[in-house]
């Protein structure tokens, strides 16, 4: 059918709320390849959470359909790398446990998953903090450790939900390029999430615009800045040009204009 790695078509969802329909997506069709770094940038309350869970299996769309490797998935249990918009890490248990807990749960014995999790620490800046409570972590230190759960389920797809919205610009920053490295590591597919413009360039090979509910594509735009990049390229014309299209097309699909 496509040679996507990831595909939606037409896909659309309400919500009942107080007792009314709210459309929340309209018709959404996209594609992730084998590989491919995509972003779904948008305004609050988009429904950019929401089609990540559709796409995670955890809501079913009201209509359209969600394909992987070309084949439907219909309440079908694939195996989804999903890091929701909080990190949900659990304040009483220790990051060892905290990053195995999918594998666990998946009945992966308590060795053999720890020996994962301590395989990949250091990948994950986090050498030598296996027995700290989330509490004991800084906040770019949870959200690693976060995305080291959502690496290890071995998924063909990583969602990944704002995963740097809380943080300080600096943080943020760095946590930006460390992504770019993990991603180059893994080879995963990715669709990540975010309400920055900037975010979306610098880490994106596209990008999809949504507008504000009930959210649709409006914009989908390639990013053929050269790899690897280096933080500089925020300065470059072209990534200005993109910047330039983006914001536009932001500003008109907002109510809020381009804040
Ligand atoms: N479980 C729910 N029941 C009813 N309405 C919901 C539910 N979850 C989300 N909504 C509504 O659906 C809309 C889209 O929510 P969603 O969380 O998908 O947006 P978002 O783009 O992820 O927002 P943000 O950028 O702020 O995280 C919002 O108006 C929200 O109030
Ligand atoms: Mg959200």
């Known amino acids: ?11 659309s969802s309400a919500y009942i709320h107080n007792g009314r329909i709210l459309p929340v997506l309209d018709t959404i069709s996209m594609q992730v390849k084998e590989g491919e770094f995509v972003s779904l940038l948008g305004p609050s309350g ?37 890091m929701p918009q909080k990190d949900l890490l659990l304040p009483w248990k220790p990051l060892l446990y905290n990053a195995a807990l999918p594998l666990l749960a998946q009945g992966t014995g308590k060795k053999e998953a720890y020996n994962k999790v301590r395989e990949l620490l ?3 800046g986090l050498e030598g903090f296996e027995n700290s409570y989330p509490s004991q972590l800084s906040g770019g230190m949870r959200q690693r450790a976060a995305l080291l759960r959502t690496v290890l389920i071995d998924s063909e797809v990583m969602l990944l939900d704002e995963p740097f919205g ?5 943080t943020r920053e760095r946590l930006q390029e460390w992504m770019l490295k993990i991603w180059d590591h893994f080879k995963r597919s990715v669709i990540f999430v975010t309400h920055s413009i900037d975010e979306a360039i610098y880490l994106s090979d596209r990008i999809y615009m949504i507008s504000e509910l009930p959210g649709k594509i409006v914009l989908e735009q390639a990013i053929n800045l050269p790899r690897p990049r280096a ?7 072209l990534f200005t040009e993109y910047k330039q299209n983006l914001m536009t097309a932001l500003a008109n699909e907002t109510t809020w204009g381009n804040s």
């Not at 040679?3 to 037409?10: P, V």
């Not at 959470?49 to 084949?71: C, E, H, R």
């Open 231 to 237: 933080r500089d390229i925020v300065l470059s014309p």
């Open 46 to 82: 988009s429904g950019k959470s929401t089609l990540l869970k559709i796409i995670a299996g955890l809501i079913k769309p009201d209509a359209g359909s969600v394909f992987l490797n070309g084949k439907e998935l219909k309440g079908t249990i694939v195996k989804m790398g999903y």
């Open 1 to 11: 059918m496509c040679d996507a790695k990831l595909s939606l078509r037409e896909v």
């Open 166 to 170: 809380a943080l300080d610009a600096l």
């Open 122 to 124: 250091p990948v994950f």
